[in-house]
């Protein structure tokens, strides 16, 4: 059987990339220079990077190691998206833009050390305060180096998908979360706690789970935005929320974000709905009050009369059925446990 040899279609463009500038101590803020670049199919931006530095301008600076899309060392923003370098293929973004124009800015949340280059000592001093590491549970880890430390399937799927992380910072660089308050851990840090307090090896699961609750662990307000840009599909996002699960049922309850969180269910569970107007109280308990009041307050200017009560949605049976079910799971899954 013949078969006709398939020739790759092979499409080039005249771009424009706008880089930005920046040394501190000798700019007084940011700047952008502009260059132009032949860009071909299959055309990376850490190739566009390297050839403009070889070229054009050998000033620009930029950090990059593996370009295999291992280290994460390469990350920048591309048009406002946290993207790896040495992965992501140029053309198509001129493409989808419809312009041959590309913005390539350094990742955001973090100092800048020069042009593309960032430091990222803030997110590793985080992440040391998680104890990213494994602390051996001696009734699961054996003694002997020649004796293998074994898990179920089920239990390596509770945190296999995190492994894949390779620290690149493009969840922090995205994080609003972090971009308000930079005294949040981040979803990477949060992640890579939960990667090890769920690992059935490990024996540090509750001085890590108070880590996260001290970092943050209830700051995130799940955008996703982590999840979008995670070269690596970790879904940092996901691992978060779990996170929290967690420490609710390890018994870390008495903090805002917790009380939100049962109220949250509860609330749906009875109403269908969230209980808004006494939310405040219950969740930061009588220093609540100033909110409500301010709130009714808001409401009376507006001629709005405030009120109290929540109604009850149509749904509501519906609701409780579903709660009623996520139990009954739960309680089997406790069950089939060895």
């Given at each position: 059987m013949v078969t006709e040899k398939i020739i790759p279609k092979r499409e080039s463009m005249q771009a424009n990339i706008r880089i930005q500038r920046f040394t501190p101590g000798r700019d007084r803020s940011p700047y952008y220079d502009n260059f132009s670049l032949e860009v071909d199919t299959g055309t990376t931006i850490l190739?566009?990077?390297?050839?403009?530095?070889?070229?054009q301008d050998s000033s620009l600076t930029f950090r990059a190691f593996c370009r295999s899309a291992i280290c994460g060392s390469c990350t920048v923003r591309v048009n406002g998206r946290?993207?790896?370098?040495?992965?992501?293929?140029?053309?198509?973004?001129?493409?989808?833009?419809?312009?041959?124009?590309?913005?390539?800015?350094?990742?955001?949340?973090?100092?800048v050390l020069r042009d593309l280059v960032v430091d990222i000592d803030p997110i590793l001093e985080k992440l040391s305060k998680m104890h990213p590491y494994l602390v051996?549970?001696?009734?699961?880890?054996?003694e002997a180096l020649e004796r293998e430390s074994l898990m179920s399937q089920e239990e390596l799927n509770e945190f296999d998908y995190m492994t894949d992380c390779i620290l690149c910072g493009a969840c922090y660089s995205a994080c609003s979360s972090v971009k308000a308050d930079g005294t949040y851990a981040g979803p990477l840090t949060i992640a890579k706690a939960y990667r090890f307090s769920v690992d059935v090896r490990d024996d540090f699961r509750g001085t890590r789970n108070q880590a996260a609750v001290d970092q943050g662990l209830w700051s995130c307000v799940q955008c996703r935005k982590c999840i979008r840009v995670c070269p690596k599909d970790t879904r940092p996002a996901d691992s978060v929320r779990r996170a929290r699960k967690l420490t609710i049922d390890d018994g870390i309850q008495d903090t805002p974000g917790s009380r939100r969180a049962k109220a949250y269910t509860a609330d749906i569970e009875r109403y269908g709905q969230v209980n808004k107007p006494m939310l405040p109280v219950v969740v930061f308990g009588t220093r609540g009050w100033d909110a409500i009041e301010a709130a009714e307050a808001g409401l009376r200017k507006h001629n709005i009369k405030p009120t109290r009560e929540v109604c009850t949605l149509d749904g509501k049976?519906?609701?409780?059925?579903?709660?009623?079910?996520?139990?009954e799971v739960e309680q089997q899954k406790q069950e089939d446990k060895p």
């Open positions: 190739a566009a990077l390297h050839a403009i530095k070889d070229e946290s993207v790896l370098a040495c992965s992501t293929q140029l053309l198509p973004i001129l493409k989808d833009f419809r312009k041959g124009s590309v913005t390539i800015e350094p990742m955001a949340n973090l100092p051996e549970n001696p009734e699961r880890v054996p049976d519906g609701a409780a059925k579903v709660f009623e079910k996520v139990r």
